[in-house]
């Protein structure tokens, strides 16, 4: 029997989450509407938030549990990868809970709890699989071996495929944060109506700025021509964005799934809630007989379920940190 508490706060969401014998009792998350109206993340208030947040959070997570502080048989908490400020936040209330309690304290990279989020429910991936991570930082195709042996095998060379999706939201004036909103009007356009380059990046890489360029200069010289073209052609041009983002991703996807002669295929990451990206996914599955792994939206998107689930991994595995241990806005995969 093993109680795990976990904590998340790598970037503008305060999450905690208990996980007990690898079951999820609760899933808190406050998000920070503050930044909105700045377009984009502040590092110095989401830290701030990040303090007004965290223990209400916890004590939700332990109510929602229904168990007291003194259940709990471990803390765990995302060391890094993720903004500094907001990382020592959830690190300094994980070192202090766990030394009141005396109990261990586990380390969790937050890339690697994204990709265990897939354990969380049914029907669980087998070993090996292969997990695209998306998200607004980091794009990446990862070989999971087993819960703790995992190997990057493409990564993006440059901006991630969740940036691609907001600079391209702000780029066609859209509220921060401008994924989803992409994603929305997508769903009411045609994906084929315009057509956007393809980079050709050797292996299983990414690159994301020469698609971002392009998309800038489209919409600059269309709205010489028509000040009202994005207005017009608002759903079609975001369809056609989505298209072309997603297909980047799933191109490499199937050709690392090819060489590897893997069938078990998973997605993660913010960017895992893109309904264009789940659905194109589904397609290709069906096409290459794969079976697809998809967690559920609370679990795509930065949460502490995903914290607990491989801090509950990492228990079981006896893998504890001190109170020595310091956050890592650059925490090596």
């Known amino acids: 029997m093993a109680t795990i508490l976990g904590i998340e706060s790598s970037c503008d969401d305060t999450s905690a989450a208990v996980c007990i014998d690898g079951e999820i009792r609760s899933n808190i998350i406050a998000t920070q509407a503050i930044h909105q109206k700045f ?3 502040v590092p110095e208030l989401a830290s701030r938030a990040h303090q007004q947040h965290i223990i209400p959070v916890v004590e939700e997570a332990l109510d929602r549990a229904k168990i007291n502080k003194n259940e709990i048989d471990a803390v765990a908490f995302t060391r890094g990868p993720g903004l ?46 292969l997990c695209l991570t998306v998200s607004g930082g980091h794009t990446q195709i990862v070989l999971v071996k087993n819960y703790f042996d995992m190997e990057i095998v493409g990564q993006t060379n440059d901006d991630a495929a969740g940036e691609a999706f ?42 994301f700025s020469g698609l971002k360029t392009s998309i800038l200069y489209f919409i600059r010289n269309n709205e010489k021509e028509n000040s009202n073209f994005v207005e017009n052609n608002l759903n079609d041009i975001c369809a056609s964005v989505q298209y072309r983002i997603v297909s980047i991703l799933l191109n490499k996807l199937q050709k690392a799934a090819d060489q590897f002669g893997i069938k078990n295929v998973a997605i993660a990451g913010g960017v895992s809630a893109n309904s264009g990206l789940r659905q194109m996914l589904t397609d290709l599955a069906e096409r290459k007989g794969w079976n697809v792994f998809i967690p559920q939206f609370q679990y795509c998107t930065d949460n502490a379920g995903m914290i607990a689930i491989a801090g509950y991994h990492k228990f079981l595995n006896g893998d504890f940190v001190g109170q020595d241990t310091a956050p890592l806005a650059r925490m090596p995969f």
């Open 39 to 41: 377009g984009g993340v």
């Open 166 to 207: 907001d600079k391209t939201a702000k780029i066609l004036n859209l509220p921060y944060p401008g994924g989803p909103l992409i994603d929305k009007y997508a769903q009411l356009g045609n994906p084929h109506a315009y057509s956007f380059p393809e980079p050709q990046i050797p292996g299983f890489d990414f690159s």
């Open 84 to 129: 500094l400020g907001s990382l020592l936040v959830g690190t300094s209330f994980a070192k202090a809970f766990a030394l009141a309690l005396n109990v261990p304290l586990i380390d969790v990279n937050h890339m690697q709890a994204h990709i265990l989020a897939h354990f969380i429910d049914d029907p669980k991936p087998d070993f090996p699989f």
